[in-house]
């Protein structure tokens, strides 16, 4: 059997917590929880879940900083984000903070499964080809590698998006280890 996959709930109404957990450990998922946006961040970092179902209107931390936070940290966890009300705005929101995906309270539970199950396939089935490069990679410095071949950046054995500059410039870095640049303004 394949391995289980691990879902991370970050949501502060306890009985949706709880009708979640229920119907994705049905399905065989493992899940852990948060009920608030800081202890989400901390939870997506430590217990690298496989995907992330992540409320928007939370206590102390809001889903849109949480998704931005994580992503400005490289971290290409598939997310899906759950609005509380149909409005396009908080969906665009959403997406341009690096959320995969959304589904609008209340929604319909064979639905949100299926939403979960699509969005942890996509991720695994770019994750051989992701992986593979990461091996080959170069270490660069802390954590960062970089596979020249496949042109991608790594920190911590997970790709990171970088524009075309991004890269060259640190490409070019690598590669003049020892010198020290000034920025010029
Ligand atoms: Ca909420």
Known sequence: MAEEKT?????????IVDILRFNLQREHYSTCEA???????N??????????LLDVMLPKMNGFDVCRALRQEGDNVPIIILTAREEEEDKVKGLE???????????????????????IRR????????TAAAD????????LSINTDSHQVFRAGRAIDLTQREYELLTFLASHPNKVYSRVD
Do not use: H, Q
């Not at 709930?9 to 306890?14: G, L, N």
């Not at 009920?35 to 961040?41: F, I, K, N, S």
């Not at 695994?124 to 992701?130: G, I, K, L």
């Open 7 to 15: 879902v991370l709930i970050v949501e502060d109404e306890k009985n």
């Open 35 to 41: 009920y608030d946006g800081e202890d989400g961040l």
């Open 43 to 52: 939870k997506a970092r430590s217990e690298k879940p496989d995907l992330i």
């Open 97 to 119: 903070t690096g959320a995969d995906d959304y589904i609008t309270k209340p929604f319909s539970m064979r639905e949100l499964i299926a939403r979960v199950g699509a969005n």
């Open 123 to 130: 991720t695994a089935m770019a994750a051989p080809a992701a």
């Open 136 to 143: 080959s990679a170069m270490p660069v410095a802390g954590d």
